[in-house]
């Protein structure tokens, strides 16, 4: 975890007991995007990620998030830091936010699919860090387990 500058933000790749994971569509950016968002006032990293997937999809998470990667914005002089979780159950997604729904799919084709909205960049990195992390790509190639 990073120390030297604030963690303003907090995402994750939730992952289902199938190997699956869990992405949202954002209406706004029109794409999959990984879940989450700014930590609000006095927020705990756990307590913005448990809102952030609540709001965006209607998940609750498992206790142990294990921070994988981070990302460091230069306009905000902040850190976003992602998590690897599993999910403990899906309830009713509440209405009103940016996010639409969720897609759930394997490693392989999410990489394939952002690729094909954004071209190679940082998401599909970090989509790719999960799935080795998570035991579900291959170290040396984007292919499945």
């Known amino acids: 975890m ?3 500058k604030k963690i303003a933000g907090v995402h994750c790749v939730p992952v289902l007991s199938s190997g699956n994971l869990i992405m ?3 209406r706004e950016e029109q794409g999959l995007t990984t879940i989450g968002g700014r930590i609000e ?6 307590e913005a990620l448990d809102r952030e997937v609540m709001e965006e999809a209607g998940l609750v998470l498992d206790r142990e998030r294990i921070p994988f990667a981070c990302w460091y914005w230069e306009s905000t002089d902040t850190y976003t830091v992602w ?3 599993k999910v403990h159950k899906f309830v009713q997604m509440p209405g009103g936010y940016e996010k639409t729904g969720y897609v759930i799919m ?3 084709t999410a990489i394939q699919m952002i690729m094909r909205l ?3 960049g940082q998401r599909v990195e ?3 860090r999960a799935g080795i992390l ?3 790509l291959d170290e040396k190639s984007n292919n499945v387990m």
């Open 106 to 108: 394997n490693f392989e």
């Open 83 to 85: 998590f690897l979780v």
């Open 118 to 120: 954004e071209g190679s």
């Open 24 to 26: 949202v569509w954002d």
């Open 134 to 136: 998570s035991g579900q």
């Open 126 to 128: 970090i989509i790719r």
């Open 41 to 46: 006032g006095n927020e705990s990293l756990d």
């Open 2 to 4: 990073p120390t030297d």
